[in-house]
């Protein structure tokens, strides 16, 4: 026969059971704390995942109740010639904006690290493509990009670089690049003063000491600021990937995934499958096909996180 | 003599009854939203917001709401009250909607049987729709037609004076235009309206098709559509700018508005606007038909209807729809439009409306010729893909810009076959 320890069979003496008594419990109370944000957590990202997963599942036609179909959402996907154009479309999309996003997000950090006059402004100005929404620096994006009253063009023609102004968004490489740019110019702040923050934890003791020792600018940047900033930068460039195989607003309000697809991303082309098409359960399986990439993504970046 | 089960059973439905039955009778909602895509024409949303439910709401008592959608955002919006099960009521609907939201919508035969015995008949080629099973899904108001918007002062300097009948004599006429720097813009990228809404014409007139009725055979292999692929290439790298390819249903208007082209497909609000805001370039702006091809003259069916959603108390909202497609009210609604909405009723094809501006009547002309996304196939989901994924846009726009027109028909056949579930 068990026997439970005395201390459990009744209360301790002199400490009766209350309420303050359970919620001054370590465990108790940082559970209460944490609650809000889990129960946000699940009602807001855990469940619509999940019923993504569950939707991609079925053919669920608008309006119906869905029919369970297995993997026959993601097999038809694998025989579509599109699927793989827009796969092939996103991949590029991704890696060119964050290099782009990377390199020049770095060097913006580097050079509001300087001291020099209207430092401040200068900060406060560049984080505005940040800041602005997307929506409102897209509808100024479709003028500068429009053929007709492009202001690049307009310079370009004027300036006697060219004799006619180029196509934009109507040329499937140039739409493409026009998007990276376009990209890259609002998610570079973001890089820019996360690496900033980054570049003031280094102490200058490191820098005089590396200068004592003859190190050039180069190698200084190469030995002392590399380093240091490294869990930053890996950090700040894995959320931007994240973030940029979501993207969404300003694909679809430019091109809208044209001309002929050749812009068109996971997200755009979900979206047209669930709602303009009424297929609930393809357009499920279209987001859900970037999950492969973003988890191989999420298992490095924790695993990094771990180690450091 | 009733047996004692009887009587208890009648009994109970007699309670039953009373406690149900008045208040059942006497359940008018207290408020009720109508929910619809803001139209291009202000006034249009004005007259219906400002002047036509705070009548009803007058007369009812129902508290009457207006929810308007921005531009290319009803679908969407239609598939959360659907999926929602809550919010407007009444809701507006277009293309093959009601085929799609057959579910989620309620039966109105009833009311578009009343309508079209007082107004009508209705014209046949709506029915295709908004009949899903012989069941009306939706009442419909009226066509955004596309048309070509032209500068006949630019034509008259070729040599055009009257717009042209036929595909090859447009395209004749643009290659003049170009000559002389007034291109033509006819959008060819992922819009929502002005692409479909002279390629698929375009198509039909060469006799191409997309699919047979049965919806199983796919038909868009064809030297039918060879042909209007051949047809659209030239038309395009001979007349247009490079652009019309990436652009979207803004695009062509704020061209032809910036006098960069000479003639687009849209609906009348390129002229609407001109008469507001260009006043000298709305004097030199009118109406063409599609032209005709070897095998007939067709345009394109966009009809604006407004459908019930189960949620809603459906007594209440046929009232609403009856009140509201009643001639007193229908008629000035209509006027307020601008006739920028062709209706379906012929009551209405000799309304004091069309007077006003005889520039949009080819709008109302057009109708005889117009037919549904994806015709002759049937309305159903299969079609919502195909527009969703610009099958036929994009096989045009790949010939534009380059690719064989084997190439292109061969991936548009694959992709339908896929579509369709065709062998």
Redesign the interface.
């Known amino acids: 026969m068990a026997v439970r320890p005395a201390s459990l069979a009744r209360p301790v003496a002199g400490r009766p059971f209350t309420l303050q008594g359970v919620l001054e419990r370590e465990g108790v109370f940082s559970w209460l704390m944490l609650s809000p944000g889990v129960l946000f957590l699940l009602a807001f990202i855990a469940y619509p995942f999940f019923y993504g997963i569950f939707l991609s599942l079925e053919d669920r036609?608008?309006?119906?109740p869905g029919v369970f179909v297995g993997f026959a959402n993601f097999q038809?996907l694998l025989?579509?010639?599109?699927f793989w154009q827009i796969t092939r479309n996103t991949f590029v999309y991704v890696a060119a904006t964050t290099v782009l996003k990377l390199a020049g997000g770095l060097a913006m950090a580097l050079v509001m690290n300087q001291s020099f006059r209207g430092r401040n402004l200068a900060r406060a100005f560049l984080l505005l493509p940040f800041i602005v929404p997307t929506a409102l620096s897209t509808v100024a994006w479709?003028w500068i990009l429009?053929?007709?009253?492009s202001v690049v063009n307009w310079l370009l023609v004027n300036l006697g670089v060219v004799a006619k102004g180029y196509?934009?968004?109507?040329?499937?490489t140039l739409?493409m690049g026009s998007l990276i740019v376009v990209n890259t110019w609002r998610g570079m702040p973001f890089y820019g003063i996360t690496l900033l923050a980054g570049l003031q934890t280094i102490t200058p003791d490191l820098y005089e000491a590396a200068a004592i020792d003859g190190a050039t600018t180069a190698q200084r940047f190469r030995y002392v600021t590399l380093p240091i900033i490294k869990p930053v930068l890996i950090i700040v460039t894995m959320f931007s990937v994240i973030f940029t195989f979501g993207d969404f607003q300003l694909i679809y309000a430019l091109?809208?995934?044209?001309?002929?697809?050749a812009t068109h991303v996971f997200s755009t082309w979900a979206f047209?499958?669930g709602?303009?098409?009424?297929?609930l359960g393809m357009g499920a399986a279209v987001a859900l096909a970037i999950l492969p990439a973003l988890a191989v993504l999420i298992v490095a970046l924790t695993i990094y996180l771990r180690r450091e | 003599m009733r047996t004692r089960r009887e009587f208890l059973a009648l009994s109970a439905g007699a309670v039953a009854a009373t406690a149900l039955g008045p208040r059942r009778a006497d359940a008018a909602p207290k408020a009720m939203t109508i929910v619809r895509e803001s139209s291009f024409i202000k006034a249009f949303d004005d007259y219906f917001a400002k002047t036509l439910l705070p009548e009803y709401e007058k007369l009812t008592g129902i508290k009457m709401s207006y929810e308007a959608v921005s531009v290319g955002g009803m679908l969407t919006r239609l598939t959360t009250i659907v999926e929602t099960k809550s919010g407007p009521e009444v809701a507006m609907t277009a293309i093959n909607w009601p085929h799609l939201f057959d579910a989620g919508l309620v039966d109105l035969t009833d009311v578009a049987t009343e309508i079209g015995k007082k107004l009508g008949p209705w014209h046949d080629n709506v029915l295709d729709a908004v009949v899903v099973n012989k069941r009306w899904k939706a009442l419909p108001w009226g066509n955004i037609g596309q048309l070509e918007a032209y500068r006949t002062d630019w034509f008259a300097e070729v040599g055009v004076k009257k717009f042209p009948d036929t595909w090859e004599d447009l395209l004749a006429a643009g290659r003049l235009l170009k000559k002389k720097g007034h291109p033509f813009g006819f959008e060819l990228g992922h819009g929502f309206g002005d692409n479909h809404g002279w390629l698929y014409p375009l198509l039909w007139s060469y006799g191409g098709r997309e699919v047979d009725k049965d919806g199983k055979t796919v038909l868009i292999d064809s030297p039918e559509t060879a042909k209007a692929v051949d047809f659209c290439r030239k038309f395009y790298q001979e007349t247009m700018l490079e652009d019309v390819l990436g652009w979207t249903d803004v695009n062509n208007n704020k061209a032809y508005l910036g006098e960069q082209i000479s003639c687009t497909n849209n609906a009348s609000s390129i002229l609407v606007v001109a008469k507001r805001d260009f006043p000298e370039i709305a004097k030199v702006t009118d109406h063409g038909m599609n032209p005709q091809g070897p095998k007939g003259r067709y345009h394109i069916i966009n009809a604006v209807s407004h459908a019930v959603v189960n949620h809603a108390d459906v007594a209440a909202s046929k009232a609403f729809l009856r009140w509201l497609y009643d001639d007193k009210q229908m008629s000035r609604w209509l006027a307020s439009g601008d006739a920028y909405y062709a209706p379906f009723l012929t009551a209405y094809d000799n309304h004091p409306m069309w007077n006003s501006e005889p520039r949009y009547l080819p709008y109302k002309e057009s109708l005889k010729t117009s037919r549904l996304h994806g015709w002759p196939g049937p309305a159903g989901h299969a079609l919502a893909e195909s527009v969703a994924k610009y099958v036929l846009v994009d096989m045009f726009a790949k010939a534009c810009r380059g690719d064989s027109t084997k190439d292109v028909i061969a991936t548009a056949a694959s992709q339908l076959k896929q579509i369709y579930k065709a062998k």
Request: aromatic content about 6%.
């Open positions: 036609r608008v309006a119906t038809t025989g579509d010639a599109v479709m429009d053929p007709t009253f196509s934009f968004l109507g040329n499937a739409a091109t809208h995934g044209g001309p002929a697809n047209d499958i709602m303009s098409a009424g297929q």
